[in-house]
């Protein structure tokens, strides 16, 4: 019998693993990204073709990738060919879904994984963009994975690394980016949110269970808008816990 | 073309690719000559201070991490890198030796930001940061291999990346669409870690290829480190098999384990706690300057770090190895 206590990062992996279409092109980058698509290969999307930047595609995700890089990426998969091909494949509208992670996150989606404090005399120097400003340039849908506090959900990112609907409706387009792109949804340790179609900000669509509106609004460093109706997200099944605990991440790099 | 909107940040890599075909058609010989080395003559013969390096393709996976040690025990300096890295650069970083980064992303993976990174450059250390998304970078090499001083992309567009880079954004004469131009990055110096090469360096990798062909092409000097030295004939019998071909190439050094805490896919595995060394010992300047007299300075060539390594643990990381099943 599995302990049915999980922890908030479990279930953030659960109800993003949920999010991801089967048989959909998916951008994955590093971490929780790499788990949630990972559960979902062997729940709900066993046809997703994952994609990972430095050259593998369709993997079959036996073991957790620790590197974006690392064979594991291109276990058994239909090709392991160059970072140029992977991301001119997503610049030419190949990729259905992008799954980023960041440092912080803005009302309009916007990521940030450069410096937190100015550019030039950072407070803290952050790995940099890597595939994430891509990512969020060319795939069509893109799904953000973050812890949930209010220093990282913030009113403006210190530096727009990756693009959301940067300043608001219409705002991608006029920079040049590809139309038609942008973000849908955040996944949280809180909850899951998604953007209001017209003002393009970020708006509360469902509660992690236990959590309360009350305590999302603390935790997030803006306005987040309301629905009519906030939805309950369901909680971690036996199922995604046993392959979350022994398949997918037993070294327990992020559970 | 109007140029809509430049990056406020300094190219630091200047370019002219006439000066580049001349070198490639003067510098660079056609000749089938040994080019067998020592990883202490490749890097003394044709590593400067003040040069402009890049490594492919990261610290964890196909690096070439002897190589990589080699450049700070011979104490080079000032280097301007290329900085899409893992262990490789943040050692550099830690060793004090980078003076300027085009940079992707210098990251641990799983085990998040780098310490060696940090305090490099929130100290003021590295004196500038010029900010590149991974496909720009590579798209970059890919210009200059293609001998054009620009590609346009649709990446970098709207955003900080951006205005710390040193790209400019046009309205494509073509179509009327916005988009951002990359100019071409021609590399002083290359390191790359194959997985056979022979004498003259004809190249092949198996799993991903990176950006293994762009920066082979994209670069001025480059420096082959291979598991294995195979004859010429196995070369001519699997043409379709040759990445980098022997006149991009100006030294081949034999490295076995070469990427080594890293992974060569199906050769061997990583070694998690020889990465988790680093990771630890990293997190204090004492410690990473421990970690560096250990595995670099106490340690004359790449044979002695690998016995100092031990042949058991050697042993674990092929029993490691990805298999085609």
């Given at each position: 019998m599995i302990d049915q206590t999980y922890s908030k990062t479990e279930l953030m992996i659960c109800v993003a693993a949920r999010l991801f279409e089967d048989g959909a092109t998916c951008f994955i980058g590093t971490g929780i990204p790499m788990l949630a698509a990972m559960l979902a290969a062997k729940t709900t999307a066993p046809n997703l073709v994952p994609v990972f930047e430095f050259g593998g595609t369709g993997?079959?995700?036996?073991e957790l990738p620790r590197a974006v890089g690392e064979a594991r990426t291109f276990h058994k998969g239909i090709s392991a060919l160059g970072i140029c091909d992977t991301m001119e494949t997503a610049q030419r509208g190949f990729i259905d879904y992008g799954f980023l992670g960041g440092a912080q996150i803005d009302p309009f989606g916007n990521l940030n994984?450069?410096?937190?404090?100015?550019?030039?005399?950072?407070k803290a120097r952050l790995p940099g963009s890597g595939g994430g400003n891509d990512v969020g340039s060319h795939c069509w849908q893109t799904i953000a994975i973050m812890q949930h506090d209010a220093r990282r959900f913030v009113p403006k990112v210190d530096f727009l690394t990756t693009p959301g609907f940067l300043s608001g409706p219409g705002a991608r387009e006029a920079a040049g980016?590809?139309?038609?792109?942008g973000p849908i949804a955040v996944v949280s340790t809180l909850a899951l949110m998604d953007f209001h179609p017209a003002s393009c900000r970020m708006r509360l669509k469902g509660l992690h269970p236990g959590i309360t509106v009350e305590e999302v609004i603390v935790n997030t460093g803006f306005e987040l808008l309301m629905p009519e109706q906030v939805a309950m997200n369901e909680p971690p099944s036996e199922e995604e816990l046993h392959l979350l605990r022994t398949e997918i991440d037993p070294m327990r790099f992020y559970i | 073309m109007e140029v809509l909107e430049s990056g406020?940040?300094?190219?630091?890599q200047p370019f002219d690719m006439d000066e580049f075909r001349e070198w490639n058609r003067?510098?660079?010989?056609?000749k089938l000559v040994d080019k067998l080395m020592t990883e202490q003559e490749a890097i003394s013969k044709f590593v400067y201070d003040d040069c402009y390096i890049g490594t492919e393709l990261y610290g964890t996976v196909r690096c070439p991490m002897s190589l990589t040690r080699e450049v700070i025990r011979q104490g080079k300096k000032d280097l301007r890198v290329c900085g899409q890295g893992v262990l490789e650069l943040d050692l550099w970083l830690a060793a004090g030796i980078v003076k300027k980064l085009d940079i992707t992303y210098i990251g641990l993976e799983v085990y998040g930001v780098p310490s060696g990174l940090r305090r490099a450059v929130e100290s003021g250390q590295v004196e500038s940061c010029v900010e590149w998304s991974n496909a720009s970078i590579s798209w970059r090499m890919k210009a200059a291999a293609m001998g054009v001083p620009f590609l346009p992309t649709r990446s970098m567009l709207g955003t900080d990346m951006l205005k710390y880079s040193a790209a400019k954004v046009v309205v494509?004469?073509?179509?009327?669409i916005k988009v951002a131009l990359l100019p071409a990055l021609i590399l002083d110096v290359a390191l790359i870690h194959v997985h056979r090469a022979d004498r003259y360096g004809n190249c092949q990798v198996e799993g991903i290829s990176g950006f293994a062909l762009e920066m082979s092409r994209a670069c001025k000097r480059l420096i082959i480190s291979a598991e294995e030295i195979i004859p010429t004939e196995e070369v001519r019998k699997y043409p379709d098999r040759t990445v980098i071909p022997y006149f991009l190439v100006d030294a081949v050094v034999h490295a076995p384990f070469g990427s080594y805490p890293g992974e060569m896919a199906y050769l061997y595995g990583r070694d998690e706690d020889g990465i988790k060394e680093w990771v630890e010992m990293s997190k204090t300047i004492e410690g990473a300057r421990a970690y560096l007299d250990k595995y670099v300075f106490s340690v004359k060539n790449h044979d002695e770090y690998l016995k100092l390594i031990g042949e058991e643990r050697l042993q674990q990381a092929i029993g490691l190895r990805e298999r085609r099943e």
């Open positions: 993997a079959i995700l036996e994984s450069v410096t937190i404090g100015d550019h030039e005399h950072p980016l590809p139309p038609g792109t | 406020i940040k300094e190219l630091i003067i510098r660079k010989s056609r494509d004469p073509f179509t009327g």
